[in-house]
């Protein structure tokens, strides 16, 4: 048994969407969690990012987390798989006929967008244009930066998977693409992993939209990562919901300010025209 396909990121860019509309497909089996970060679990160990990452360490475990039914496509969906230097070669070793779909969204508005998310759970409280301007003194200032801005620095990530496995095991969405074209979008990707096209799926519902806690206490208790995975596993799925519904609340987002913009577009501007010519894609809308 082998996994077939990986959604390897970008984070931030629609990859959990994507995840649960795959997991309505009749041909495919989609892993049991989202984000099992086996392929990067040796990098995240040694990062020790703030996020309380648990990642699958054993092939055995891996196995374990896809049933053992037959004809059946298997993908899993980790955005760590995106950033770090080893995975494409690693996913590369496991499977050499592994197909990956990546999904690319503007990185100005992706790294806003992950700053928001990471406010949201607690785990950052500096401003948002210091951090990128790198002006906060703070032990996690350069994992902030990291998962802000060099996330989002596409070029060398997107080559080292085209190097490994040649541009016809990948597919690259642009993110805009899915997000308003979602079902021509997602017959594309039906068509790049050879299953039906044809099959219903419901788009009707969204994930990840922007929630804001009601409080700064829920905010705080938010931010302890473990227990929150602890009481995740030990809460019933409707009862998760619910809680989710009673702490936080649906609003509109935050905007970037113009400085951070500005500065942003100049710091990723030739990463965005290398990454234009070597997908021989137009992306000059992304630093307008």
Same mark, same amino acid.
């Given at each position: 048994?082998?996994?077939?396909?990986?959604?390897?990121?970008?984070? $931030?860019?629609?990859?959990?969407?994507?995840?649960?509309?795959?997991?309505?497909?009749?041909?495919?089996?989609?892993?049991?969690?989202?984000?099992?970060?086996?392929? =990067?679990?040796?990098?995240?160990?040694?990062?020790?990012?703030?996020?309380?990452?648990?990642?699958?360490?054993?092939?055995?475990?891996?196995?374990?987390?896809? =049933?053992?039914? @037959?004809?059946?496509?298997?993908?899993?969906?980790?955005?760590?798989?995106? %950033?770090?230097?080893?995975?494409?070669? /690693?996913? @590369?070793?496991?499977?050499?006929?592994?197909?990956?779909?990546?999904?690319?969204?503007?990185?100005? +508005?992706?790294?806003?967008?992950?700053?928001?998310?990471?406010?949201?759970?607690?785990?950052?409280?500096?401003? %948002?244009?210091?951090?990128? /301007? $790198?002006?906060?003194?703070?032990?996690?200032?350069?994992?902030?930066? !990291?998962?802000?801005? =060099?996330?989002?620095?596409?070029?060398? !990530?997107?080559?080292?998977?085209? *190097?490994?496995?040649?541009?016809?095991?990948?597919?690259?969405?642009?993110?805009?693409?899915?997000?308003?074209?979602?079902? +021509?979008?997602? &017959?594309?990707?039906?068509?790049?992993?050879? #299953?039906?096209?044809?099959?219903?799926?419901?788009?009707? $519902?969204?994930?990840?939209?922007? *929630?804001?806690?009601?409080? /700064?206490?829920?905010?705080?208790?938010?931010?302890?990562?473990?227990?929150?995975?602890?009481?995740? !596993?030990? #809460?019933? /799925?409707?009862?998760?919901?619910?809680?989710?519904?009673?702490?936080?609340? &649906?609003?509109?987002?935050? $905007?970037?300010?113009?400085?951070?913009?500005?500065?942003? #577009? =100049?710091?990723? @501007?030739?990463?965005?025209?290398?990454?234009? *010519?070597?997908?021989?894609? +137009?992306?000059?809308?992304?630093?307008?």
């Amino acid at each position: 048994m082998k996994v077939n396909f990986f959604i390897a990121g970008a984070p $931030k860019s629609g990859t959990t969407s994507l995840y649960q509309y795959l997991c309505q497909h009749k041909e495919i089996e989609m892993c049991s969690i989202k984000e099992p970060d086996f392929f =990067s679990s040796t990098a995240l160990k040694k990062e020790q990012t703030y996020y309380g990452n648990d990642p699958i360490k054993s092939i055995e475990k891996y196995n374990k987390l896809f =049933s053992n039914k @037959k004809d059946l496509l298997r993908g899993e969906a980790s955005v760590s798989y995106l %950033f770090y230097d080893d995975v494409a070669k /690693k996913i @590369k070793k496991y499977n050499e006929k592994a197909k990956i779909i990546i999904i690319l969204r503007n990185p100005v +508005d992706r790294a806003f967008s992950h700053y928001l998310m990471d406010y949201r759970l607690g785990l950052v409280s500096e401003n %948002f244009e210091d951090i990128v /301007k $790198k002006r906060i003194d703070h032990k996690n200032a350069l994992l902030y930066y !990291q998962q802000y801005v =060099s996330v989002g620095e596409y070029y060398h !990530q997107v080559e080292r998977y085209i *190097k490994v496995f040649g541009p016809e095991k990948l597919l690259i969405v642009n993110y805009d693409d899915f997000k308003n074209n979602l079902a +021509d979008t997602f &017959e594309k990707i039906c068509l790049f992993l050879n #299953i039906s096209h044809t099959f219903k799926v419901d788009f009707t $519902k969204s994930y990840n939209i922007y *929630k804001r806690p009601r409080n /700064k206490i829920v905010r705080w208790v938010y931010s302890f990562t473990r227990l929150r995975k602890i009481l995740s !596993q030990i #809460i019933p /799925k409707i009862a998760v919901n619910y809680i989710i519904k009673m702490l936080f609340t &649906e609003s509109k987002k935050p $905007k970037l300010s113009s400085g951070a913009r500005k500065f942003l #577009i =100049s710091h990723y @501007k030739d990463d965005i025209i290398n990454l234009s *010519k070597l997908l021989n894609q +137009d992306l000059s809308s992304w630093i307008k």
